[in-house]
């Protein structure tokens, strides 16, 4: 015979339960969290403890057991609890100060939270290069940056000031992206102006095209920037988040407006340090081919990578700005750059490179 089915009072008195011993046990991660702090302090260790390589390797074994436990909860789901209560715990030892492009309710904020965990202090900068700076300064432990989207391609501001910084590339977020169309006006067809990021308006371009053409759209330096403008004006309508929609009050006209329902931005995470090997890892590098114009120069960098096994998954061309048409090419290949084959490949790339320059290993994204 099967067992009897429990009440619902039965059931309730079960959560209960169950919620005081995660509670406990919550509790209890904490107050480790804190010797931890204790252990690195006598040791001499200073500034943040955050670790990309530890925390990746925590939220993977929280998902390979989710899926060991048979558990009703999807990966990602387990994977963003875990973050939060490793977010809370980390913020007992050294809390974090991260810099994005603001102002609130845009998409790197999201990233940040998505990556962090919302025990951080998010400190909202104006332009993509402003974040850079406030990392660079020691303001901001680390940075968020949107670096490509799945639709439209790779962000060229972005690109532009890795080339330049000290800063080391030390993780990636990639964020599913849907687009809500925003406004304080009741129908669509009252819309007279369209404001959001350039990135944004690309992304949404057949959509626009088909229920609102011929309306003007107005890039402006975010999708928050654009909700926030539309909800101080009362004028026109945004393309956000619905996050940003809630923070400024804004009704939703119109959901999930973006042409690929895939969507999805990849973010980079910028600090100062360079996480140790995982074993699944990407390792970022700018470089140039030397001047001349000289046949196959270009196949010449990528050859020690391919004969070394290793699978290069991105390669981008920027202008180098150092003479005419001279280009900066941007590479993400899989690997750490301390693992032996990867490192023999790059110092083969490095020696017959004009410039050359790692820009990061770090944890592949894990959701």
């Known amino acids: 015979m099967s067992a009897p089915q429990k009440t619902l009072a039965e059931a309730r008195v079960e959560i209960d339960a169950l919620d005081a011993q995660l509670q406990q046990l919550i509790a209890q991660r904490a107050r480790v969290a804190e010797q931890v702090r204790e252990i690195k302090a006598a040791s001499g260790a200073t500034g943040d403890h955050y670790r990309p390589a530890r925390e990746a390797e925590v ?27 490793m977010s809370a715990c ?49 303001a901001a432990a680390y940075g968020v940056v949107p670096i490509e989207n799945s639709t439209e391609g790779v ?10 910084t000290p800063l080391s590339i030390c993780g990636e977020v990639w964020l599913p992206v849907h687009h ?23 992304q949404c371009r057949r959509w626009l095209d088909s229920r609102l053409p ?15 403008r539309v909800a101080e004006t009362k004028e026109g309508a945004a393309i956000a988040s619905a996050a940003a929609g809630e923070l400024y009050g804004l009704r939703v006209l119109a959901s999930n407006v973006e042409d690929d329902p895939n969507n999805t931005t990849r973010f980079l995470i910028l600090g100062r340090h360079t996480p140790e090997a995982t074993g699944s890892d990407r390792t970022s590098l700018v470089c140039s081919a030397p001047s001349g114009g000289e046949a196959g120069a270009l196949f010449r960098l990528l050859e020690p990578i391919a004969n070394a096994g290793i699978n290069l998954s991105k390669i981008e061309s920027r202008p180098s700005r ?4 001279d280009y900066n090419f941007f590479l993400d290949l899989e690997g750490h750059r301390d693992d032996v084959a990867v490192a023999d490949a790059l110092n083969v790339v490095r020696s017959r490179a004009a410039f050359f320059r790692i820009l990061g290993s770090y944890p592949r994204a894990v959701v």
Do not use: C
């Open 322 to 325: 150092r003479g005419l048409w």
């Open 59 to 85: 939220l993977r074994r929280a998902m390979a057991r989710n899926r060991q436990i048979d558990s009703p909860l999807p990966d990602e789901v387990m994977a963003r609890l875990m973050r939060e209560i």
């Open 155 to 164: 962000i060229s501001s972005t690109l532009d000031l890795l080339a330049g």
């Open 90 to 138: 980390l913020a007992l030892e050294s809390p974090l100060a991260v810099a994005y492009l603001g102002p609130e309710g845009t998409y790197t904020q999201a990233a940040v939270y998505k990556h962090f965990g919302h025990q951080v202090a998010a400190r909202a900068m104006t332009a993509i290069d402003e974040i850079f700076r406030d990392v660079e300064s020691g």
């Open 214 to 228: 011929g309306v003007p759209r107005e890039p402006v330096s975010s999708n928050g920037a654009a909700a926030k």
């Open 180 to 202: 809500q169309f925003l406004s304080a006006h009741e129908r669509i067809e009252d819309v007279k102006v369209i404001y959001s990021h350039p990135q944004s308006l690309a």
